[in-house]
């Protein structure tokens, strides 16, 4: 028996919805059937499009609170509903904590855990009115879930976002379902900047279990299954969409309980490798994502 998510009839606003992971988690939806609107400070470079259907763009910056209401009241007003908000818009330069001042830092935090929780508030006052209620998801990273240095202030604002949508899980139920997406690397328009050329994104991606990075249209698959009835029992969850996480540095380190390489599989992306054939440590591809 196949499984099938029909969103059809209902309105899903995706944040930063204009490119990678957010461009990737809209056409998820338009796939779904549901009406979406997505925003940013931006226009998209050309229109999100699945399905031979198209989400709408309203340029919006999460970062006024006054704007972002605003956004919500016109949608209630213009569409009578909304069904899901999905909080993926955020970011971060590479920045070593003591390269610049707590100011700067201040505003990464900002833009990924307050914008967020003002965006939720304003969608929350919409929902709770609905005799269905809704939906609220958070696109988290493993970067709030270890040490995250050179984006340190972006870890530590994806592990209060996690935090925060159990809290509102509680408060919200049992009208309004709140869970978090926590993403390891995905591939984007943006990995060469991050990992190199197609050889360096190959590389990165055999660091990972799963052999490679993730593509946003798997992003976007679990964000619909959470935005769905199937999903109905599931609220202050994290679900981890990173392939099987990060292989301990210290296996590699050791000099003892070394796993053999099955020749035959050697040239396998999830392959074991010699020490000499280490990939370099990289940041998280959510990191640099900015919408």
């Known amino acids: 028996m196949s499984l099938t998510l029909d969103l059809s009839g209902q309105l899903a606003v995706v944040t930063g919805g204009t490119r990678g992971v957010g461009a990737g988690i809209a056409r998820a939806f338009l796939r779904a059937g549901a009406e979406v609107v997505i925003c940013a400070r931006r226009p998209p470079a050309s229109p999100v ?16 609170p006054d704007a972002v209401r605003a956004f919500f009241d016109r949608l209630a007003a213009t569409h009578g509903r909304l069904d899901c908000l999905v909080n993926n818009a955020g970011g971060t330069p590479y920045r070593l904590l003591g390269q610049t001042d707590a100011d700067r830092h ?9 914008a967020p929780l003002t965006a939720s508030l304003a969608a929350y006052e919409v929902m709770r009115q609905q005799p269905a209620g ?3 998801l958070m696109i988290g990273s493993v970067s709030g879930t270890r040490p995250s240095p050179g984006t340190a202030a972006y870890g530590a604002a994806k592990a209060g976002l996690e935090n925060l949508a159990r809290s509102m899980a509680v408060e919200w139920a049992p009208l309004v379902r709140v869970n978090t997406l926590v993403l390891g690397m995905v591939r984007t328009e943006l990995s060469a900047l991050h990992y190199g050329d197609e050889a360096g994104i190959a590389a990165v991606g055999a660091t990972v279990p799963a052999g490679r990075l993730a593509e946003p249209a798997e992003i976007g698959d679990a964000c619909v299954f959470l935005a769905s009835d199937r999903a109905a029992y599931v609220t202050g969850a994290s679900l981890l969409v990173h392939g099987g ?23 396998h992306p999830t392959a074991f490798r010699e ?10 591809a959510e990191a640099p994502k900015e919408n």
């Open 49 to 64: 499009t699945a399905a031979g259907r198209s989400a709408r763009f309203h340029p919006l910056d999460l970062r006024e």
């Open 106 to 114: 201040a505003r990464v935090v900002a833009l990924n855990l307050l």
């Open 134 to 136: 809704g939906s609220v």
């Open 245 to 267: 996480g990060e292989r301990p540095a210290f296996l590699d380190a050791a000099t003892v309980n070394r796993p053999t390489v099955n020749h035959s599989m050697a040239n």
């Open 275 to 284: 020490v000499s054939d280490e990939t370099p440590s990289i940041a998280d």
